[in-house]
T-cell receptor
Framework: AQTVTQSQPEMSVQEAETVTLSCTYD???????LFWYKQPPSRQMILVIR??????QNATENRFSVNFQKAAKSFSLKISDSQLGDTAMYFC????????????FGKGTKLTVNP | GAGVSQTPSNKVTEKGKYVELRCDPI?????LYWYRQSLGQGPEFLIY????????DSGLPNDRFFAVRPEGSVSTLKIQRTERGDSAVYLC???????????FGDGTRLSIL
């Protein structure tokens, strides 16, 4: 079974600064995807970024980028130029390719961006 | 609407009652998922539908939980003889095809008194 660990229950950052959220996972699979989802108080899970395990290049989406270290099973999220609207819970998730392709989530990191 | 719709937004009921939670996926999305998110936790998988059939129900905690998707679109999650431990946010997600991201609804917050 796969597990996802987010070791930082809470983080805070000043507006316009950079913050990195950590995630590690455990799997014996070779073909999988990794995701970061954002969950504001509205409860909706919003996809921030995804990474295919077979790709060595780290994914980027505007101010969001990841540091994917496959051998270390590490998948951190870097948010640059933090904005007040980035305040939310952030969840790291694992998805094995094939089968049901269900998501396995970590416990989340609560990020607060301070003005 | 363009997104996944879940109703009701909130549901409060007494222990022992029966509840139904509804999910209307994005039009054309063949895959539908239910997850449960307890307070302070990440979502946990319950069940996966491909079309009308439940292709993976390995996450359902016990036989009080059941879900259907009779026409391959709207799904209903049914919980019998509710217990206080069933209190959680129930999230629904859908996706168009394999290797495509799942799109989530706003969830139903279920509170069992």
């Amino acid at each position: 079974a796969q597990t996802v660990t987010q070791s930082q229950p809470e983080m805070s950052v000043q507006e316009a600064e950079t913050v990195t959220l950590s995630c590690t996972y455990d799997t014996s699979e070779n073909n999988y995807y990794l995701f970061w989802y954002k969950q504001p108080p509205s409860r909706q899970m919003i996809l921030v970024i995804r990474q295919e395990a077979y790709k060595q290049q780290n994914a980027t989406e505007n101010r969001f980028s990841v540091n994917f270290q496959k051998a270390a099973k590490s998948f951190s999220l870097k948010i640059s130029d933090s904005q007040l609207g980035d305040t939310a819970m952030y969840f790291c998730a694992f998805m094995k390719q094939g089968g049901s392709e269900k998501l396995v989530f970590g416990k989340g990191t609560k990020l607060t961006v301070n003005p | 609407g363009a997104g996944v719709s879940q109703t009701p937004s909130n549901k409060v009921t007494e222990k022992g009652k029966y509840v139904e939670l509804r999910c209307d996926p994005i039009s054309g999305h063949t895959a539908l998922y239910w997850y449960r998110q307890s307070l302070g936790q990440g979502p946990e998988f319950l069940i996966y539908f491909q079309g009308t059939g439940a292709a993976d129900d390995s996450g359902l905690p016990n036989d009080r939980f059941f879900a259907v998707r009779p026409e391959g679109s709207v799904s209903t999650l049914k919980i019998q003889r509710t217990e206080r431990g069933d209190s959680a946010v129930y999230l629904c997600a859908s996706r168009f095809d394999r290797n495509q991201p799942q799109h989530f609804g706003d969830g139903t917050r279920l509170s069992i008194l």
